[in-house]
């Protein structure tokens, strides 16, 4: 490791401008860094790295930093290490790049921005913001503020009157306030089942919020619920950067119950400021969560409150909108259509349409149906849902307009995988029960009509 003296982070001084330098004590405005090396490095070699300008070689072995604080107890600043490695299975959806100086030389890492709350100018509400920010800003023009500031969003005092500085901690309510103010709003997720006398969220509800929303690339906020030393639960905050997908497919039968892709995340990574950055979270039963919070002598665990899930303004249909309108379709494809004997998996998520676009010219269809689709005009953000046979034959692809009314018919385009026979004998087959599908109240939605007449206009793909 190399030690740097005297750094001036910015994030530190503009919180020491805001609270530190008012105290009667003198602390130091300037931190300590700390960069990380893959291999051993003499100081005459690593001074003739630097002399010599040799970026691009110090990139290669380059493990990111730590900044030290100049403060009591809380030290750890803006840290950016490198992360686990992304591969088929685990995804990284919450990195961005970083230019690093070093002494005049520049280097590049990709990861998350980590920081320790101070507990001073910042809790753990604070930091989770902060984190999250840092990717906002590369990807959605947010704006990027230290600490302090972060708080100092929050109001001049907090909801029970009491003053903001020393920070002890924000309410659902600042949090969104805060993501709105950094020109982002926010989709808060609520429990949809109940953990002894607590309301929480299941893990198949935030293994599928998490999917869903992974492809804009914005680290999601968890409110967890963690053992404390008293035998009580603490309210937590923590960024999700990232996900750990199992490669083997699920092959599974016919089942009433709607499956998903993303039942097969198997860990996610959080940057969780007690803790460190990209710490591991895996799943131990339907309701808790295995984190180093866990006290396994007590048998007292981890679990979900809430999911705040912030998004580009514009994104108006939720994953729940989508959610309700695939179940409908699978429910019809279980109960009557029989050109479909094995289990459904559904992969949806939300995406950008020039990823749809890109996708298509891998999907082996003609030339004439390719360059209708192509030149087809879409809003920039979609729904996709891939309708699959044990994830192994997609069968059907609906694409939904993200950016319409939640009250309208916003699918706008499926295409059929399987081939016109099937798709005819799927159509009519939509067409002979229209009547029933909607006495039976499939569709929970205004629109319903439209969503079964939506099904039989299909673009047959191969």
Not at 381 to 408: M, P, Q
């Amino acid at each position: 490791m190399v030690i740097e003296e005297s750094y001036i982070s910015k994030d530190y001084l503009i919180d020491y401008s805001n609270y530190y330098s008012l105290s009667f004590v003198k602390y130091p405005k300037h931190c300590t860094r700390v960069h990380f090396f893959s291999k051993n490095l003499t100081s005459p070699i690593f001074r003739k790295h630097i002399c010599n300008g040799n970026s691009e070689y110090l990139s290669t072995i380059y493990l990111g930093f730590i900044t030290i604080k100049p403060t009591p107890y809380t030290v750890i600043g803006q840290t950016i290490l490198k992360p686990y490695p992304s591969n088929e299975e685990r995804q990284n959806f919450g990195l961005r790049n970083y230019q690093i100086n070093l002494f005049g030389c520049s280097l590049t890492l990709s990861s998350l921005a980590f920081m320790e709350q101070d507990k001073i100018v910042s809790a753990c509400a604070t930091t989770a913001i902060w984190s999250m920010l840092q990717k906002a800003n590369v990807s959605h023009n947010s704006n990027l503020i230290s600490p302090s500031q972060i708080t100092a969003k929050a109001g001049s005092i907090s909801q029970d009157g009491n003053r903001i500085f020393p920070n002890k901690g924000l309410t659902l309510l600042q949090i969104s306030q805060i993501i709105h103010k950094s020109n982002l709003v926010c989709e808060i997720k609520s429990p949809d089942t109940i953990f002894g006398t607590l309301k929480c969220i299941s893990n198949e509800y935030l293994k599928q919020i998490i999917y869903a929303y992974s492809k804009m690339g914005l680290p999601m906020i968890l409110i967890i619920y963690v053992p404390t030393e008293a035998d009580t639960y603490g309210i937590h905050a923590i960024t999700i950067s990232g996900y750990n997908i199992s490669n083997i497919h699920m092959t599974i039968p016919s089942t009433p119950n709607t499956s998903y892709t993303a039942n097969r995340i198997n860990k996610l990574y959080a940057h969780d400021d007690q803790i460190g950055p990209f710490a591991r979270i895996g799943f131990l039963n339907e309701k808790t969560l295995k984190t180093d919070w866990n006290d396994e002598k007590k048998d007292r665990h981890t679990f979900l409150l809430n999911i705040i899930v912030p998004l580009y303004y514009k994104i108006r249909i939720s994953y729940e909108d989508i959610s309700s309108i695939i179940k409908a379709i699978d429910t019809i494809l279980y109960h009557g259509f029989k050109g479909i004997e094995k289990d459904i998996i559904w992969d949806i998520y939300l995406d950008f349409s020039e990823n749809y676009k890109r996708d298509l010219r891998t999907y082996g269809t003609s030339d004439a149906i390719l360059n209708k689709l192509l030149y087809n005009c879409y809003p920039k953000y979609i729904w996709r849902a891939k309708c699959k046979i044990n994830e192994d034959e997609t069968i059907f692809e609906f694409i939904f307009d993200a950016t319409d009314l939640s009250t309208n018919m916003f699918a706008f385009e499926y295409l059929s995988f399987k081939g016109k026979s099937f798709t005819l004998d799927f159509i009519s087959y939509i067409e002979l029960n229209k009547k029933e599908f909607l006495n039976a109240g499939y569709f929970v939605h205004p629109q319903a009509r439209g969503y079964l007449d939506f099904l039989t206009t299909g673009t047959i793909v191969i």
